[in-house]
């Protein structure tokens, strides 16, 4: 404490002292540093009297409750400030009324605050098709004690088994936010185990889920040589390719295709196909009858289906 004296002390001057109770405290804007500042004359209690507060702070983020003050019966005035950046803060207290009393100044310690995080994690997509390309959606949001988003830091995701990321590493955006995408060759639930890089501080994302994955996505039907003219005699036909599309991870060989017609007279090579090993299969329509027809097709337990219009003529 220093003690700055505004003009020649003698017996009949009131008598400014400070005196630091509380120093080094957190710098996280709640706990607070204290300077017990007394006013007396001749050691007597001055009541009453108003003092100016200045503060000095590197930051600009120290914070007074008020920069004046009275003191109390006893010419007592405990103050108390608060700061959310780790400095030295210098305070000065003087007479609110010109010479009063003498000038106090004495500086306060703000320490570094332990990171604590609070993280909140939001599901953005879930239970999408577990396909190896559909992908669900997690994200962190992640703020410090002062509930402030924690900005430029590097979260590394890990995986549980059958789960894979996008990306391992991801940092924290302007409002905290670390987000990551995955995909599943397998319906089921996962986790993912999100760790705040090198500080041991871990956050388990559950509840992520895939759902079975249809075999296949779609089917096409390719009519031939469209533009000749195929006539009703039983002999001539219209060649109809279809495709089987695959999904990801499913194989589209093998697979059945049904085959209908609006018609009583028409009839297909066969009423049921089955694709090659490229997804393929091939059907022949002939028609004893001049007449326009509509071969649908369907797969995939009839989630699935093609439809072509053919024209028979005379």
């Known amino acids: 404490m220093n ?21 080094n405290s957190p710098a996280n804007g709640t706990d ?6 007394a006013v007396t004359r001749n050691e007597v209690p001055c009541p009453g009297q108003f003092i100016h507060f200045s503060v000095y702070s590197p930051s600009g983020n120290a914070t007074l409750p008020s920069p004046y003050a009275e003191t109390d019966s006893n010419g007592n005035f405990l103050l108390k400030i608060t700061n959310t950046v780790a400095e030295d803060v210098l305070i000065v207290a003087a007479p609110a009324i010109s010479d009063a009393f003498n000038s106090t100044s004495d500086t306060l310690k ?21 396909d190896g390309t559909s992908q669900n959606k997690v994200q962190l949001k992640i703020n410090n004690a002062l509930n402030k988003p924690v900005t ?3 979260v590394q995701f890990l995986p549980s088994t059958g789960l894979t990321l996008r990306d391992r590493f991801v940092l924290t955006d302007s409002d905290g936010v670390a987000a990551v995408s995955c995909t599943a060759l397998a319906e089921g639930d996962y ?10 501080v871990v956050q388990a994302i559950t509840g992520i889920s895939f759902t079975k994955s249809s075999e296949l996505s779609g089917l096409s039907g390719y009519v031939l040589n ?19 599309k695959k999904s990801a991870r499913d194989i589209n060989a093998n697979k059945e295709i049904s085959i209908v017609l ?12 089955i694709t090659d090993d490229t997804g ?17 097709a369907y797969a995939d337990n009839d989630n699935l289906v093609a439809r072509n219009k053919i024209v028979f003529s005379s």
């Open 280 to 296: 393929m299969a091939t059907l022949y329509v002939y028609n004893t009858v001049a007449e326009s027809v509509v071969v649908s």
């Open 191 to 200: 986790f993912i185990s999100a760790e705040i890089y090198g500080e041991n």
């Open 152 to 154: 430029n830091k590097l």
């Open 3 to 23: 003690n700055i004296v505004s003009r020649a002390d003698n017996e009949s001057v009131m008598k400014l002292t400070s005196a630091i109770h509380v120093n």
């Open 226 to 244: 469209n533009t000749l003219q195929v006539s009703a005699d039983g002999v001539e036909y219209w060649e109809i390719v279809y495709f089987l």
């Open 262 to 273: 609006n018609s009583v007279t028409a009839y297909p090579s066969k009423r049921t196909i």
């Open 32 to 37: 607070y540093n204290a300077i017990l500042f």
């Open 110 to 130: 703000f320490s570094q605050v332990e990171e604590l995080y609070n993280i909140q994690v939001t599901t953005l997509v879930n239970k999408s098709a577990a």
